[in-house]
């Protein structure tokens, strides 16, 4: 993938001539490299997932592990 291509998967790209790493979205065009400007080529390191995919996680997402049984605490502070 090389500066001015439009991106065909979402994720972390790293300038092959810096090292540099930006996140680009499907779509989007490979900018010029941010370090030292000049076109250069971009190498895809991870593939992120997008949004829609992640929706499908939030149910098991274990929001209801955090609850504390406020009635212990009840009991306690009544007892005195
Ligand atoms: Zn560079």
């Given at each position: 993938m090389r500066t001015s291509e439009s991106v065909t998967e979402l994720g972390l790209y790293t300038s092959t001539c810096c090292q540099e790493e930006l996140i680009f979205d499907i779509g989007d065009v490979l900018c010029r490299?941010?370090?030292?400007?000049s076109v250069c080529d971009w190498e895809l390191t991870d593939v992120l997932i997008s949004h829609k995919d992640l929706d499908s996680f939030s149910p098991t997402?274990?929001?209801?592990?955090?609850?504390?049984?406020h009635s212990d605490r009840k009991s306690e502070t009544s007892d005195r």
């Open positions: 490299c941010p370090h030292c400007e997402y274990p929001g209801s592990g955090l609850l504390r049984p």
